[in-house]
């Protein structure tokens, strides 16, 4: 540490681009805050958890919060203004490390003009984009203006630094903080009148309308055989607020009863009480990995988007939980193998005491483990990799 950091607090700049980068870097500041005593300055741009923990944001974030095309072409001048102030706000003030969190299209275009123009700051990335996957020379385009990166995935140290020989340092993800606590799943299960011994099955058709709207019918009739198939089975679906309209109109004309349940609180519970669960690829097979649900994974997209992604794609799999454990724990059906009867064969094991089921309970400890689980909170790791930085 210089003598200059010395004798005054560390300034540390955050930008974060939406919602989930806003929830992290919110975590983020109330751990910098505990590990420096308070000591420290932070300025940037957030959203209202990172407002609410005491950033005074350069501008709302609401300005850069938008997604697809439709949302994104008639802001380009607006989000292009503001992340050139961005820029010129780092280039004035010389924090002593500028973190940019998640929201790659919005936030590293900010890091290269800083990188470029200021090369004596630091810059970390939270949350990289998931180069491994695809477009893997991206890795070394970043290391060009990325100092390190604070990974999400136990899997991308070892990738960014043979990829690119950028300094990389695993947190953890901020699902391991959303994990089920004891006893939630009991009263999940007794405000909703589903007896101890029942099975749970969990249904969840995305969080995004364009995959609502390609799976949640196939979904229903999975669904609907499963119960035939189990009698005394309960569907749970969770949703989240902007597609819950979607999700409701479509599971009310299910052949079978649901209960949908929205928010996160909710989730979490029903997770903790499930037995297996369906879903779309997503984060959210993390999230149920983590809480120790066996599941089956599904998605379609558009004939397309599927070619282009086929052609893309160098990961063995859509699913990041067999991506960590480096070996196809969970099944998963894409496109045209996405169909009710590989569904409900693959799912069915998994609601009974099969050997399927004990496997897929032994895999999911074993992602705990390497996660972290039970050790330092992500927030507090990423926090102490950002002050190592100065």
């Known amino acids: 540490m210089t003598n200059e950091i010395a004798v005054r607090p560390p300034h540390i700049m955050l930008v974060a681009g939406e919602p989930s980068g806003d929830a992290l870097g919110g975590e983020l500041m109330e751990a910098l805050d505990s590990e420096t005593g308070g000591n420290i300055r932070i300025s940037g741009v957030g959203g209202p958890n990172m407002i609410g923990h005491g950033l005074s944001s350069i501008f709302p974030m609401s300005d850069t ?6 949302e994104v072409i008639p802001r380009l001048p607006l989000i292009l203004r503001r992340v050139r102030e961005t820029a010129a706000f780092a280039i004035a003030e010389r924090p002593d490390v500028l973190v940019i969190i998640d929201s790659p299209d919005f936030t590293h275009m900010v890091a290269k003009r800083v990188a470029k123009r200021a090369p004596g700051i630091r810059i970390a990335n939270y949350v990289s984009p998931s180069v491994w996957a695809w ?23 070892d990738f960014f630094r043979a990829e690119a020989h950028l300094d990389c340092v695993y947190v953890g993800h901020p699902a391991i903080e959303r ?19 029942a099975p749970v099955l969990l249904v969840l058709p995305g969080s995004r309308t364009n995959e609502v709207k390609r799976l949640v019918h196939l979904f229903g009739e999975t669904a609907a055989r499963m119960v035939t198939e189990n009698p005394g089975l309960h569907i749970v679906v969770p949703t989240v607020p902007h597609v819950r309209h979607l999700v409701e109109e479509a599971v009310g004309k299910w052949s079978v009863p649901v209960i949908l349940v929205e928010g996160e609180a909710d989730k979490r519970a029903a997770f903790a009480a ?18 120790g649900v066996p599941m089956v994974i599904a998605y379609k997209i558009d004939m397309v988007a599927a070619y282009v992604v086929s052609r893309l794609l160098k990961v063995p799999s859509v699913v990041v939980v067999n991506l960590i454990l480096d070996r196809p724990s969970v099944r998963e059906f894409l496109q045209f193998d996405a169909t009710v009867p590989n569904l409900a064969a693959a799912l069915s094991p998994l609601l009974h005491d099969t050997p399927q089921r004990t496997r897929a309970l032994a895999d999911l400890q074993d992602l705990r483990k390497i996660m972290g689980v039970g050790g330092p909170r992500p927030s507090l790791l990423a926090a102490r990799a950002v002050l190592e930085m100065l």
């Open 65 to 70: 919060s938008v997604m697809g095309p439709r």
């Open 135 to 157: 477009r893997r020379g991206r890795a070394r385009a970043m290391a060009k203006y990325i100092h390190r990166v604070l990974a999400l995935l136990p899997f991308e140290p």
């Open 179 to 197: 994990i089920p606590k004891e006893g939630e799943g009991a009263r999940f299960r007794a405000l909703h009148r589903i007896p101890d011994d």
């Open 274 to 291: 499930a037995t297996a669960a369906l879903a779309a690829s997503g984060t959210v097979s993390l999230e149920l990995g983590l809480a």
